[in-house]
């Protein structure tokens, strides 16, 4: 079962979907379902059920989360606990959130070093000049945000860029905006953004258009925005690795 978080944006909820489908060609021995924490149906209940009632007694939860923060840790454990106050004989186990995973990371550095590439061939701006925002929707976690921190430092190595620095959308500091306020009052000629998302959204859209007020302003400047991560392959990797992770470790034999 995989668990998205649910979204209010039509875009978002098909992506979730488009994903889920290429976790079903690269798993299609598995009896695959998705769920919802809140706002799009089938909830995680539902989904939970349905399965039940096709027979399934041993279910794999996967999060489509990308850190561990509270939907991971107390949200869906919780619905999993009261699902199996009442059906006694399924056997759930959760796996981890894709956190930091080696495939979204070479996922990740194979962009910036294409965007840096590209950009290149038409301006050629030295890396003492270059800025690279990782960015995140915010979190009071501390995991969390010790996660995107080591994942920064790790592109900051493999990019060669001295000015990698971790930014959020809301709530951890510091904000995107103001990081890029900051960027445009020195001496940098290029920034590139590059979000640490699963799908679009609310957020992301509101990112894209801060992104684009500061490009816009600072003219003389290189805006460049990269993708978010959506169906690549390193996302249904790193689900993969996820499940086999459960099947190692965690279900009785027999």
């Known amino acids: ?99 930091v995973s080696p495939d979204l990371i070479d996922a990740a550095a194979d962009r910036v070093a294409r965007a840096l590439d590209q950009a290149g061939q038409v301006q050629q701006i030295s890396p003492e000049k270059t800025a690279l925002l990782v960015v995140a929707r915010g979190s009071r976690d501390e995991a969390a945000l010790g996660d995107l921190a080591e994942i920064t430092e790790v592109l900051k190595s493999r990019s060669g860029l001295e000015n990698c620095f971790t930014c959020y959308s809301s709530i951890a500091q510091p904000l995107m905006r103001d990081k890029l306020a900051e960027l445009c009052g020195q001496d940098i000629q290029r920034i590139l953004f590059l979000p640490w998302f699963l799908f679009t959204g609310i957020l992301m859209k509101r990112l894209h258009d801060e992104f684009d007020e500061a490009a816009q302003a600072n003219t003389e400047t290189e805006f460049i925005a990269l993708e978010y991560f959506c169906d690549h392959p390193g996302v249904t990797e790193t689900f993969a690795r996820r499940y086999q992770e459960l099947l190692d470790n965690s279900f009785p034999p027999g």
């Open 1 to 99: 079962l995989v668990c998205g978080h649910g979204s209010r944006d039509q875009a978002a909820v098909t992506e979730f979907l488009r994903m889920v489908e290429a976790l079903r060609q690269k798993l299609p021995e598995r009896d695959l379902a998705h769920g919802f924490l809140e706002i799009n149906e089938p909830s995680i209940t539902q989904s939970l059920e349905t399965m039940y009632r096709r027979g399934c007694r041993q279910i794999s939860v996967l999060p489509a989360m990308l850190f561990a923060a509270a939907h991971v840790r107390e949200d869906i454990p919780g619905l999993l606990a009261a699902f199996q106050k009442d059906h006694p004989d399924c056997h759930m186990t959760l796996g981890r959130e894709l956190g």
